[in-house]
């Protein structure tokens, strides 16, 4: 996969199980934002443990916490 997608980046989505999995998979931090499909309220799925290392209500939100993760 990192062939594909390069050495180095970052996944962002709202399923830990799928995105999440990605991201492990290609090494990258995971940006868990909430304005999808998350939350268990709403039939999503659970915040897994441990957290992702950015976990924000939506994109706009994610993106202090993301470059402060990248740099």
């Known amino acids: 996969m990192l062939a ?14 799928t995105d999440g999995l990605l991201a492990e998979r290609l090494g990258w931090p995971f ?7 998350d939350g268990h309220a709403r039939g999503g799925e659970f915040l897994p443990a441990p957290p992702p ?4 209500a ?14």
């Open 4 to 17: 594909r997608f390069g050495s180095a980046g970052v996944v962002v989505g709202d399923r830990p199980s």
């Open 31 to 37: 940006v868990l934002e909430l304005s999808g499909v």
């Open 53 to 56: 290392p950015v976990v924000a």
């Open 58 to 71: 939506d994109l706009g939100q994610a993106l202090e916490p993301l470059l402060a993760l990248l740099n």
